[in-house]
Nanobody, 115 residues
Framework: QVQLVESGGGLVQAGGSLRLSCAVS????????VGWYRQAPGKQRELVAA???????NYADSVKGRFTISRDNAKKTVTLQMNSLKPEDTAVYYC?????????WGQGTRVTVSS
């Protein structure tokens, strides 16, 4: 059983920044791929950023240059630094960890960006 707990969401003005954090209880966290997804009302959940166990990262085109995903294997945490936020970034953000056929999700944290 792996549990994920997210924090850091909130209300911010356009152009501002937020840092989301995710604590993962996996016993061998370094072997898991991790990622951040988001879902806006009426839309499908989409991948925002991901980091492999080997440290490779990838981003949705819409956030490249603005968001940065990082992982701390010692602390078993995943972070998403979000800069230059736009109203279209408004969504519930979910942390994900996966290994093999196993896929785990956090409860989500809401991000609202006002203009």
């Amino acid at each position: 059983q792996v549990q994920l707990v997210e924090s850091g969401g909130g209300l911010v003005q356009a152009g501002g920044s937020l840092r989301l954090s995710c604590a993962v209880s996996a016993s061998i966290f370094r072997l898991y791929g991790v990622g951040w997804y988001r879902q806006a009302p009426g839309k499908q959940r989409e991948l925002v950023a991901a980091a492999s166990s080997g440290g490779l990262t990838n981003y949705a085109d819409s956030v490249k240059g603005r968001f940065t995903i990082s992982r701390d294997n010692a602390k078993k945490t995943v972070t998403l630094q979000m800069n230059s936020l736009k109203p279209e970034d408004t969504a519930v953000y979910y942390c994900n960890a996966n290994i093999g056929r196993d896929d785990y999700w956090g409860q989500g944290t809401r991000v609202t960006v006002s203009s």
